[in-house]
């Protein structure tokens, strides 16, 4: 089924993440004197369905787009978005270095094979793109490195610099007056490590950073939108289980345990997939 864009708030609008080829959320984000864009996607035709979609809702003026980090899905859309885009220091300089990629189906396997390219990313990419594929990176126009606000129209939007275990160059983006906070991948694990890992340090820090924007609405990338108590419930777990892994450390099975204890029930398959990004960390 075609994803179809929909309405945040009265001036955001966002198309949904889709699975299928690990698209993430695009979303525009519209002042009264200008328009960005929060992602690049994962490819041109990613980002003519996005223009498509908004374009129904009048929204047809988009003047930058604002990268959330460096990942291929985040990213690899900015040659047909063709917009001043901005992003963190070190995303610009992930992008420069994959200038350089081939990206023919012996040139990823041999990435994943050496550690450089992870194997989800790798199929993912194989079927966004088939067989034939042109793939052209373009590194961002203008560069931050700890925070920057624009000014939209009546609408302001501070892009942060807030790191993690998922990328190092991870920024959120909040809208002051429409209290949402994009996150990105910020919360979510690392993926090119040899085991999606979560550290305790990182992930407290995160939250932390997180923890200064006041929001109502927290977007994940490939998710859902969260209301306030529904990612105080995600933000809660995250706490408990970093709490659990310093209590216990390499006792694995103690800690598993404890975390059943705290929760009062057995843990849900992402639960358990929390816990053991947690274990890795440690390793």
Same mark, same amino acid.
């Given at each position: ?15 949904? /993440? ?28 990613? *980002? ?7 374009? +129904? /809702?009048?929204?047809?003026?988009? /003047?930058?787009?604002?990268? $959330? ?15 001043? !885009?901005?992003?963190?220091?070190? !995303?610009?300089?992930?992008? +420069? ?6 990206? !023919? ?22 079927? +966004?793109?088939?067989? /034939?594929?042109?793939? $052209? ?20 939007? !501070? ?7 998922h990328a190092n160059d991870s920024s959120v983006v909040f809208v002051k007056e429409e209290s949402v906070l994009f996150l990105g991948d910020s919360l979510y694990p690392s993926v090119y490590t040899d085991k999606p890992k979560y550290t305790v340090r990182h992930v407290r820090l995160l939250l932390e950073k ?8 927290? *977007? ?52 358990? +997939? ?10």
């Amino acid at each position: 089924m075609r994803k179809k864009c929909q309405q945040l708030t009265d001036r955001i609008y966002y198309l949904p /993440h889709d699975p299928t080829t690990d698209r993430p959320v695009l979303a525009a984000i519209c002042g009264d004197h200008r328009t960005i864009t929060i992602d690049a996607g994962n490819s041109g035709n990613h *980002v003519d369905l996005f223009f498509r979609e908004i374009a +129904e /809702h009048g929204i047809n003026n988009c /003047h930058a787009t604002v990268l $959330t980090h460096w990942h291929w899905d985040h990213s690899f859309g900015m040659e047909r978005m063709n917009l001043l !885009t901005i992003a963190h220091e070190q !995303t610009k300089a992930y992008l +420069e270095e994959m200038k350089e990629y081939d990206w !023919t189906d012996e040139a990823l396997d041999y990435r994943v094979g050496i550690g450089l390219e992870n194997q989800f990313c790798s199929d993912m990419i194989k079927k +966004e793109y088939g067989t /034939h594929r042109q793939i $052209t990176i373009v590194p961002p126009n203008i560069t931050f490195l700890d925070e920057l606000t624009i000014d939209l129209g009546n609408l302001h939007c !501070t892009i942060k610099h807030v790191g993690g275990d998922h990328a190092n160059d991870s920024s959120v983006v909040f809208v002051k007056e429409e209290s949402v906070l994009f996150l990105g991948d910020s919360l979510y694990p690392s993926v090119y490590t040899d085991k999606p890992k979560y550290t305790v340090r990182h992930v407290r820090l995160l939250l932390e950073k997180i923890a200064v924007f006041d929001a109502q609405t927290y *977007v994940l990338s490939h998710e859902q939108p969260l209301s306030a108590d529904e990612f105080q419930v995600y933000k809660e777990l995250l706490q408990m289980i970093c709490d659990v892994t310093d209590k216990h450390q390499h006792h694995y099975e103690t800690l598993t345990e404890d975390v059943k204890n705290q929760l009062g029930r057995q843990l849900s398959p992402l639960e358990k +997939e929390v816990v053991n990004c947690f274990i890795n960390g440690l390793e």
